[in-house]
């Protein structure tokens, strides 16, 4: 899953990707590179950031969106949102996904429309809101509460009728440097729920603390390494910016897995 942020305030590469133009070309190239799904978002969901407006979030996904699903119609499009509106106009516009950093906490009703347009749904664990998520964060313990989160937010949205689900725990949502190491370490009890599990470690700040502070544009082995563990955890998507690296390793990763 290629990252695509219309955004100007994203904390990897914010401004890149707000003209349409530029967006196709990314996406072009992300394509080639081995992206089979680009995740399109319009709010960015740092630590820190503020919220936009429902129509500001529209005006800068949806012409990016009808472009790229018209350029490149063997793509999968995904729409990263928490606001039921941005999620009803993306699936008319040619989304197939709906990846929900809320976690169906914000907007429930997107549980319906995702069934209503057959689409496939990613529940994500976040704590918090983006400006405040990273103040405190507390749990009781991480992985069981996230066990219990995504059980009951599974069975929620299949009582409303939605068939294929995602699950993403969410890496730097409302999480301390501990909670993202021990998740990550126990990614295997995740991928034991019966649903694909989704990674999006990509150049986050836990990688540069390990790193002695790397700045984002410097954090490309780290994140390779965190998601070819993840891969060997059974994680089965990685949301990532650098595509390329991500495709070679998963390219590896299968070669090796085929002669078990």
Not at 18 to 39: F, K, P, Q
Not at 66 to 81: G, M, V
Not at 203 to 230: C, F, N, Q, W
Request: no cysteine; aromatic share 6%; charged share 25%.
């Amino acid at each position: 899953m290629g990252i695509i942020n219309a955004t100007p305030d994203s904390f990897s590469d914010g401004g890149k990707y707000i003209h349409v133009e530029r967006a196709l070309d990314r996406i072009h190239i992300m394509r080639r590179d081995g992206a089979s799904i680009i995740d399109i978002g319009g709010e960015s969901t740092r630590p820190g950031s503020d919220p936009v407006s429902e129509q500001e979030e529209i005006d800068r996904v949806i012409p990016v969106l009808e472009k790229a699903a018209q350029t490149f119609p063997d793509l999968i499009y995904s729409i990263d949102t928490t606001k039921f509106k941005v999620a009803e106009e993306a699936l008319k516009t040619g989304a197939g996904i709906i990846n929900d950093v809320s976690g169906l906490q914000k907007s429930p009703a997107m549980a319906e429309l995702a069934a209503e347009h057959d689409a496939v749904y990613v529940i994500m664990h976040s704590q918090g809101d983006p400006k405040t998520m990273q103040d405190a964060p507390k749990y009781d313990d991480v992985v069981e509460d996230l066990l219990q989160f995504f059980e009951n937010k599974i069975a929620f949205a299949q009582s409303k009728g939605v068939q294929n689900i995602i699950i993403d725990p969410g890496i730097g949502f409302g999480k301390t440097q501990e909670h993202n190491l021990k998740l990550l370490a126990h990614l295997d009890k995740f991928t034991k729920i019966g649903v694909p599990v989704l990674i999006g470690a990509s150049r986050k700040s836990m990688i540069g603390k390990i790193l002695d502070e790397r700045p984002a544009d410097d954090r490309l082995i780290g994140t390779v390494s965190i998601h070819y563990d993840a891969l060997m955890k059974g994680v089965k998507i990685l949301r990532v910016h650098d595509v390329k690296e991500a495709s070679d390793s998963l390219r590896i990763f299968q070669a090796i897995q085929s002669q078990r």
